[in-house]
């Protein structure tokens, strides 16, 4: 029988069925709804590594990535050569190659002359075959609108194939780094050193105009280069006169040659880098189809390599996947030797620090360990370090507003883990990293520039004032070391101890044997040598240097404070001249400023690449982008120069380094500041990890512990379920007397 309810009861009724659903529903989601993992459940317990980025990506094409993307195009493509993980000093290693060569020399025929040339020769492994890609597929290099049915991403192609790297793929690589339309970022290193590269870049250009003004002539007036060659771009062929440039030559199908213009041992650290990996021609064809370039799918962001990872799935608003390449080659982690009692103290600290810190443990063993690496985009500091704590991401930098929870300072400045920290076994790496920050006077400039006794003194004055260690205990927590030179700790050339002292800024502390900072009355006494007594010069002016600065938030506008208080020290008055980017860079390429701020990381680990900051090069030599922003231009030291960066490292190069730090120190034309520290933060599960600054294919030595990770997991994300029972247990309270209603009404009809 059906009963018939009132509108009165209809009214109370739903009210109540709707009450009662709710709580039905707060019941249901109990046991799951306060799972806070920001991963799907498959990958609780996968052997996957988390990491974060802190943006969209721009691109993983092997000619322009550097920086940002750089590690992630390290797992997917290969170079001939790569850092040796865990020896110090750094020292490079074969990975696609099978040795690094030694430098020969060869007679090179170019333009119309016979040179005898340096030579490195390059023989690749054999065997070494690429991920499987549909590039390969040769169908798919000619698609077809029916082809293309159902195609959203390069992986969704159901035919693909593979194939072996040779050394034709090395050549077409870096003969594609000189098309004029990719900005490849090593330009004027390769420029100013292999044989025929600038004049080979200057071919293409003719050849990319001579079809352009074809095309312009066939379409007429209204034609638009840009988006002509978006969807159409220009095909080059690489392989169309190359005899006549010989900077790269394919020898047999295993073998390649580099040919130098001139001695360059740097050029082995640049085929270090993702610029120099074989590049398949079919990849290139295949991602210039115009129906491929119209849905978005080009080799910017779908790189094809022999590497341990392949680009799984990379979604702009979410994460990037890699996942491990079923083609990977056997690969073994590094080994290291015990050292002899008697081998160089660096060795010896080395490898107590690689085997201290379990770094050594996994030796021999097969490559790579995890199977899938995420980066999540994570774009705020605060949710990142959260999600950190909470274990999930493997390993974390150290934001300003999380050093005081995570790290502590002892009384002699050395860091250590906080105690929470410890008690979750996160662990804390830090390492030097080769960097240079430094305050480049412009020496060219009337009052501060010249090399003459008066003006070197002035110098070394306002060196001694500006107290670097000061700044970093300040602005960095005391992380970083103060500069004697422009040389970082680890770099050949750097000698520890007195012996790498700058001695016109710093006196040796014979009892802590450590360099002291000299005393201000010191840099006074300078300044009084030179005719700025008490900072007043000859005329009763005082002495006034000139900041050039874009500095714009609080805490760049508090370091020029510090740094203005410095120089008050020695009676000097410092002026800011602020201003906005594009206006500074134009002021220092003109030569327009009196004092700046600059900083530098190394791309290799070479004393030229720090060096070259003071550089002035010949006017024959190419140099696109001026590093020496100091104008420095002492003809001793730009002589020791050429020399030393055209040397392999040998007791014969120590000694012109030495002479070279000798001379910079003494003309002072900057105020060498600082060396920098990284430091990072690993959960205990995470194995193998170690901040290297130069290397980038370090995801491969990684391990993870899945079962200690996902009882952290369990262990700090409890799900709280309080606020839901209060819920119920409000919703129960509101509801009961309504329910009661409702059955005295419906017991009435």
């Known amino acids: 029988m059906r009963l018939k309810i009132s509108a009165r009861q209809e009214r109370t009724r739903r009210p109540v069925m709707a009450l009662l659903h709710i709580a039905v529903m707060a019941v249901a989601i109990l046991p799951t709804g306060c799972d806070n993992s920001p991963y799907p459940n498959e990958d609780g317990n996968a052997n996957a590594m988390y990491s974060s980025i802190g943006g969209e990506l721009t691109h993983l094409d092997p000619a322009l990535t550097y920086g940002g993307g750089s590690d992630m195009l390290a797992c997917i493509v290969e170079t001939p050569f790569q850092y040796n993980y865990v020896d110090r000093p750094y020292k490079l290693d074969p990975l696609l190659a099978t040795e690094v060569p030694k430098l020969e020399y060869r007679k090179i025929e170019f333009d119309g002359n016979t040179i005898e040339a340096p030579v490195y020769t390059i023989r690749l492994r054999r065997g070494v075959i690429y991920q499987n890609h549909p590039c390969f597929v040769e169908s798919n290099r000619h698609l077809t609108d029916e082809d293309l049915r159902g195609i959203k991403t390069v992986n969704d192609f159901k035919k693909t194939a593979t194939r072996e790297m040779v050394a034709a793929d090395f050549v077409y690589g870096v003969h594609r780094l000189c098309d004029p339309r990719l900005e490849f970022p090593g330009y004027s290193a390769f420029a100013s050193n292999l044989l025929g590269f600038p004049e080979y870049n200057a071919e293409l250009k003719k050849r990319l105009e001579a079809v352009r003004e074809k095309r312009r002539a066939a379409a007429g007036p209204l034609y638009n280069q840009e988006i002509d060659e978006q969807f159409n771009p220009i095909k080059i062929d690489f392989a169309k006169d190359s005899d006549r440039f010989p900077f ?110 379990g770094m050594l443990e996994d030796s021999g063993k097969p490559l790579p360990f995890v199977d899938r690496i995420i980066w999540r985009m994570e774009k705020e500091s605060i949710p990142r370090w959260n999600k950190f704590m909470q274990g999930y991401y493997d390993s974390s930098g150290i934001q300003q507003d999380s050093f005081d929870q995570a790290v502590s300072l002892g009384s002699k400045g050395d860091l250590s883990i906080t105690d929470e920290m410890r008690d979750r076994g996160i662990k804390l790496i830090k390492t030097d990293t080769a960097s240079f920050s430094y305050y480049a006077f412009n020496m060219q400039d009337p009052v501060f520039g010249g090399l003459d006794p008066n003006r070197q003194k002035l110098r070394q004055a306002i060196s001694i004032a500006v107290d670097a260690q000061e700044k970093l205990d300040i602005f960095s927590n005391g992380l970083g070391t103060p500069a004697q030179h422009p040389l970082p700790p680890g770099i050949f050339g750097n000698e520890p101890g007195e012996a790498g002292m700058n001695q016109y800024v710093f006196r040796w502390d014979p009892l802590r044997k450590v360099p002291i900072r000299r005393d201000i009355e010191e840099a006074k006494k300078l300044l009084a040598e030179v005719g700025y007594p008490d900072g007043y010069g000859p005329d009763g002016h005082p002495l006034v240097i000139k900041f050039l600065s874009t500095a714009v938030s609080p805490e760049s506008r508090s370091q020029l404070m510090l740094l203005r208080k410095q120089l008050a020290r020695i009676n000097v008055r410092m002026e800011t001249e602020d201003c906005d980017y594009n206006v500074y860079w134009k002021k220092i390429r003109e030569g327009g400023f009196q004092f700046a701020r600059f900083g530098w990381l190394a791309d290799y680990p070479d004393p030229e690449t720090f060096f070259i900051l003071f550089h002035t090069p010949d006017a024959n030599t190419v140099d696109a982008e001026r590093q020496n922003q100091a104008m420095y231009d002492n003809p001793r030291f730009n002589k020791l120069y050429e020399q030393m960066s055209r040397m392999e490292n040998s007791p014969e190069r120590a000694v012109i380094i030495r002479e070279m730090l000798q001379t910079i120190c003494k003309d002072a034309p900057a105020v060498f500041e600082s060396h920098g520290v990284a430091i990072a933060l690993t959960q205990s599960w995470l194995h193998n990890y170690y901040t290297f600054p130069l290397a980038r294919n370090t995801a491969k030595y990684l391990r993870i512990d899945v079962p200690q990770r996902t009882a952290y997991r369990k262990t700090y994300n409890v799900p709280n379920y309080w606020p839901l029972v209060v819920i119920l247990v409000a919703l129960l309270a509101v509801t009961m007397p309504a329910v009661l209603a409702t059955r005295r009404h419906l017991r009435e009809r």
């Open 248 to 357: 790269i030559r394919e020898v047999d199908k295993y073998t390649f040659e580099v040919v130098l213009s001139e001695s360059y041992p740097q050029i082995l650290y640049w085929m270090a880098f993702g610029f120099v990996c074989p590049v398949p021609p079919e990849a290139v064809e295949f991602y210039n189809q115009r129906s491929l370039l119209e849905l978005g799918i080009t080799i910017s962001l779908n790189p094809v390599g022999t590497g341990p990872y392949v680009l799984e799935s990379y979604d702009p608003t979410n994460q990037v996947v890699l996942a491990r390449n079923p083609n990977f080659r056997e690969a073994l982690y590094p080994s290291l030797s015990p050292p002899a009692p008697d081998a160089d103290p660096e060795v010896i600290r080395n490898y107590k620090l690689m085997k201290d810190n």
